[in-house]
């Protein structure tokens, strides 16, 4: 075997092991999907659809990876032809017509055809050739003003087409677009292309021109102003599709490029030149036309040639987009003097750098530390298909870190019974595990809320006795059925719902239900332990068993009178509060440090500690147990099998 080919099977192994296995990254993608899924009626529901896009969105989890959201109102109608106008009602539609006639390729222009116009948009409109046309500059405005009220967005500020600040630690990019069912003319060439090369698949092909594009609010730059009335085509959906679409080589190659340019071509540069932008559409590039052989001992030379590809567009200063070719990218950059410097400067660094050849990996820490064992030593290779096969704790541990940081109830009672409706939809339909045990949380989740809502909604002075009594029933049926879908946590709910409505006794049985779960061998012991006990359980079997999580507290809904003030504090500062189960299996609590953590997809929720550990007293002033339950309560450990 060829030097080549051990060091690129190393390196495959290493960018597994950092960037995510097959498993790791199909349980990001197939979660993420179902939670989208899951919300989009509710979204349609409150009039605003909203998307993640980005390296999040497509199964990275870097660290330094942000959160991209794009929104849009349904009641904004785009339209390429006036002939689709028949299709929409005048009376309650904002009617707008996309304009590419004399615009920059890759660009649009918005005229609003309608007089009857939401507020956004009055705002926005401003007047050209005797017709009302929409600012981009004053839609970039209205995006800013909004998240600039959010209690828990810090330093926003406008990013390019987005409004850009932080939660918490983590940066996050909000877009406030327009989206058109129907593709632009400038993007017939690409259509053509895929056919001709057959790439992507028909069925991604299919499944991207159904979904339309979008248009985001930015100008063209090349002059020394931006053009306001100008807007661009973005083409994140179909560019989720298509990342989607790679085998594991191609997206790791695509990871290994976004380390090389983050370490290495951009270090220690204020302003760059290249963004992780230009590495995808390489990428798409390289796949389509490059005639390249995509496996995991030849991944230094798919490396190696997507590089030479961007030495190359450096040099020519042309770097057509991958939708429409006609749109150079580098235009609006190197349109200004200190621009057209970066580029001579960017030009000598990668020439430096092809003189190296793949070498030049080796400047990279990361990917030095991945490779470097095989350089050294000739006699060790690395086994590709053993980075395949994962265990029990390793899968499981993935599926936890994406599923529990999904938040899917709301505090609006009737949004919650419009989920569990879709869910009566969903669960006759055929879906993987992964996207099946999303939907299971997601079920357990809001009928645990809902459960909370209607107690207090029953507690009202002008409630009967035969409401109440029914409410009661109804909620204890909401929240056993949680326990019976959902995890370990999910529990402790139920003991709330006991300890408030004075049922005592039964709040400790399921406290103490609890702490006998979560004190079993396999619960803290190392990972090994864990797979031998949970070997042939189903992944539902595992999460009602052993998977444990920070109890969320929905800061509108009353649970336990002792969590209120911590409620109100945590409302006070923007944030929901939570009951924290600190001990967690070693699966979780050993995590390799190149793995990197996930960013939590409920944007403008912060969290605050209420409890430290699980053994912790729940309820402090309880102080007798009870050895006898009412028939009604059942619960034991064989209820989740």
């Not at 973005?234 to 990342?243: D, G, M, R």
């Not at 798919?302 to 567009?313: G, P």
Request: aromatic residues 10%; contains cysteine.
């Amino acid at each position: 075997m060829s030097d080549n080919c051990r060091v690129s099977e190393a390196l495959y192994v290493g960018l597994c092991s950092y960037i995510g296995t097959p498993t790791e990254v199909a349980v990001r993608r197939e979660m993420s999907d179902m939670a989208e899924m899951i919300m989009k009626p509710v979204h349609r529901h409150k009039g605003v659809i909203q998307m993640e896009s980005g390296s999040h969105k497509e199964g990275f989890r870097f660290k330094s990876s942000d959160m991209d959201i794009m929104f849009w109102d349904t009641n904004h109608k785009v339209m390429t032809d006036l002939s689709q106008s028949s299709v929409f009602d005048l009376s309650k539609h904002s009617i707008i017509l996309m304009e590419d006639s004399d615009t920059p390729p890759g660009f649009v222009r918005l005229q609003v055809l309608t007089s009857q116009r939401r507020s956004e948009i009055e705002f926005s409109v401003v007047p050209y050739n005797d017709g009302m046309y929409i600012s981009c500059v004053r839609w970039r405005q209205v995006m800013l003003t909004m998240v600039s009220r959010m209690k828990t967005f810090n330093n926003a500020k406008t990013h390019g087409p987005c409004a850009n600040g932080f939660i918490d630690d983590i940066e996050n990019d909000f877009a406030l677009c327009f989206h058109c069912s129907h593709w632009s003319r400038l993007t017939c060439y690409w259509r053509k292309r895929c056919t001709l090369h057959n790439w992507p698949p028909n069925h991604v092909f299919c499944d991207i021109l159904e979904n339309g594009c979008h248009f985001v609010p930015i100008g063209n730059k090349i002059s020394a102003d931006e053009n306001e009335l100008e807007w661009r085509l973005s083409f994140s959906h179909a560019e989720q599709k298509l990342v989607y679409s790679m085998n594991h080589t191609q997206f790791l190659c695509y990871g290994l490029l976004k380390i090389f340019l983050k370490e290495v071509i951009n270090l220690d540069i204020e302003e760059t030149f290249l963004c992780s932008y230009f590495v995808k559409t390489t990428v798409f590039w390289l796949i389509q036309i490059g005639h390249i052989t995509w496996c995991p001992n030849n991944l230094l030379d798919c490396f190696w040639k997507c590089f030479r590809y961007l030495l190359q567009c450096v040099h020519r200063g042309v770097f057509p987009n991958f939708f429409v070719p006609q749109n150079n990218m580098f235009a609006s950059k190197l349109s200004t003097v200190k621009g057209a410097r970066s580029r001579r400067c960017l030009l000598e660094q990668l020439n430096m750098y092809y003189e190296m050849g793949v070498t030049c990996l080796l400047k990279s820490p990361t990917v030095r530390e991945m490779i470097e064992p095989v350089i050294y030593n000739s006699f060790v290779r690395m086994e590709t298909l053993l980075y395949h096969i994962e265990s029990a704790a390793n899968t499981d541990s993935c599926i936890r870190r994406e599923m529990f940081q999904k938040g899917f109830s709301e505090q609006d009672i009737r949004i919650n019974y419009l989920i569990l409706r879709l869910i009566t939809v969903l669960i006759n339909q055929s879906f993987t595990e992964y996207e099946t045990l999303t939907l299971q949380q997601c079920t357990a989740d809001v009928l645990s809320v809902t459960g909370f809502i209607n107690l207090s909604t029953s507690s009202s002075s002008d409630s009967t006795n035969k409401k109440v009594y029914r409410s009661d029933r109804l909620t204890y049926n909401l929240l056993k059925l949680a326990v019976k879908v959902g995890d370990v946590s999910c529990l402790l709910y139920l003991a709330m719902y006991f300890y408030r409505t004075c049922r005592y006794g039964e709040a400790l049985h399921v406290s103490a239900l609890v702490r006998s779960r979560l004190t079993q061998p396999f619960i803290t012991v190392d990972r090994e332990r864990y797979n031998k006990c949970v070997a042939g359980w189903s992944l539902s079997k595992r999460m009602k068993k052993v998977w444990i999580r920070d109890v969320c507290l929905q800061k509108d809904v009353y649970y336990i009178q002792e969590l209120v003030l911590e409620q109100r504090a945590g409302q006070d500062n923007g944030c929901i509060g939570f009951i924290s189960d600190s001990s967690s299996s070693d699966s979780d609590n050993s995590e390799s440090d190149s793995k990197d953590e996930s960013k939590s997809s409920t944007a403008g929720k912060s969290s605050q500690s209420l409890f430290g550990s699980q053994n912790q007293l729940l309820f402090p002033s309880v102080q007798s147990s009870s050895n006898i339950l009412g028939n009604d309560l059942a619960l034991s450990d064989s209820d989740s099998d």
